[in-house]
Antibody, heavy 125, light 107 residues
């Protein structure tokens, strides 16, 4: 059974840092692209960052670029999100998500087929 | 950046109703379109990928269609478990992704 378990959330003050972790099991972690998605209270889903299976390709949403760093440890089946210079608007539940692949004869299609349970980050003074 | 717009933002329906939610992309995305269901306090769940493929374990009353810029999610006969918020997502620009703003389906 595929499992993703997020942790590391908490209450921090503006300008502080926090590192989120996503512990995975039940699949070959090193074969899959992984992502972080967040959801502010009462709001919709916002994609945050992606990292390829080998960590060679990384992307960020403009809202977190330069402040957040995604990384992974394929030996330990762990995904991370280092969050620096946190702002009130970063308050959200953060989900880790695995990318699933489907080949339809024309090319690969991607979706987030498994999600962690979410970890709450609150940035407030 | 590709923008995704869902309509309506909220919807009231009754059990056994047929419900359709629409998602429009700001540019053509072929069939790089996914649908998710999210219940309050829970992580999203993948329902439909590649615009029309039903994820394993998802009831057949859910279906997706569309290509290019216009897509629909249809629930053929609403069940009590279906009252939730639904999101579309484009993966055309993978590994950068965009979600729609969500459609809240209530009684």
């Amino acid at each position: 059974e595929v499992q993703l378990v997020g942790s590391g959330g908490g209450l921090v003050q503006p300008g502080e840092s926090l590192r989120l972790s996503c512990e995975t099991s039940g699949f070959t972690f090193s074969n899959f692209e992984m992502n972080w998605v967040r959801q502010a209270p009462g709001k919709g889903l916002e994609w945050v960052s992606s990292i390829s299976s080998s960590a060679s390709t990384i992307h960020y949403a403009d809202s977190v670029k330069g402040r957040f760093t995604i990384s992974r440890d394929n030996a330990k089946n762990l995904l991370y999100l280092q969050m620096n210079s946190l702002r009130a608007e970063d308050t959200a539940v953060y989900y880790c998500a695995r990318v699933g692949y489907y080949y339809d004869g024309y090319g690969y299609r991607y979706s987030f087929d498994n999600w962690g349970q979410g970890t709450l980050v609150t940035v407030s003074s | 950046d590709i923008q995704m717009t869902q309509s309506p933002s909220s919807l009231s329906a009754s059990l056994r109703d047929r419900v359709t939610i629409t998602c429009r992309a700001s540019q053509t995305i072929s069939n790089y379109l996914n649908w998710y269901q999210q219940k309050s306090g829970k992580a999203p769940k993948l329902l439909i990928y590649a615009a029309s493929k039903l994820q394993s374990g998802v009831p057949s009353r859910f279906s997706g269609s569309g290509s290019g810029t216009d897509f629909t999610l249809t629930i053929s006969s609403l069940q009590p478990d279906d009252f939730a918020t639904y999101y579309c997502q484009q993966s055309y620009s993978a590994p950068m992704y965009t979600f729609g703003q969500g459609t809240k389906l209530g009684i």
